[in-house]
């Protein structure tokens, strides 16, 4: 497995473990600390997330309504690198209760592109999606059935 995926991967499985935590502050490290950060969250309003500082507000509001540990993995993994720049997509999963008791479960779509800054692969553009069933138009709870 060449090194930059190698790199791409381990990104992935910071990202995972800091979500499992809940710790805001270790998912924003993997990201670039900037205005350029530009997130389509399923979570919302707002439609979108720009810059650092708003994507932040929105992981720290999501961690406040649940209960720790989460449960956070990523399947499906693809990683296709061009120079210093990597696009992604996977299947990720969260499982975990919100602070009222109410479990709390969320199969995503994830398309990821993150860049290779001073030899540190972060995250500048996610786009987080469910699909819809067809027959009933409502969100599917189970990617791997459709």
């Given at each position: 497995?060449?090194v ?6 381990a990104v ?6 800091g979500?499992s ?11 670039v600390?900037d205005?350029s950060?530009f997130v389509?969250d399923?979570?919302?309003?707002p439609r979108?997330?720009?810059g650092w500082d708003?994507?932040l507000?929105?992981?720290?509001h999501?961690?406040a ?5 989460l449960h956070?993995?990523?399947k499906?993994?693809s990683?296709?690198i061009?120079g ?5 997509h996977s ?6 209760e ?6 709390y479960r969320a199969?995503v779509r994830v ?15 996610e786009?987080i999606s469910v699909p ?10 189970d990617l791997?059935?459709?």
């Open positions: 497995m060449p930059p995926v190698a790199q791409v991967q992935f499985q910071q990202f995972s473990a979500f935590k809940r710790d805001a502050d270790a998912v924003m490290s993997l990201f600390h205005d950060v389509f399923v979570v919302g309003p979108q997330y720009v708003a994507y507000k929105d992981l720290q999501f961690f309504a649940l209960k720790a540990p956070h993995s990523v499906d993994l990683i296709t061009s210093d720049v990597a696009y992604t299947i990720q999963e969260v499982r975990g919100f602070t009222n008791g109410t479990p199969d398309t990821d592109v993150l860049r290779r800054l001073d030899d540190k692969w972060l995250f500048v553009q786009h819809v069933d067809s027959k009933t138009v409502m969100r599917s709870t791997y059935s459709l």
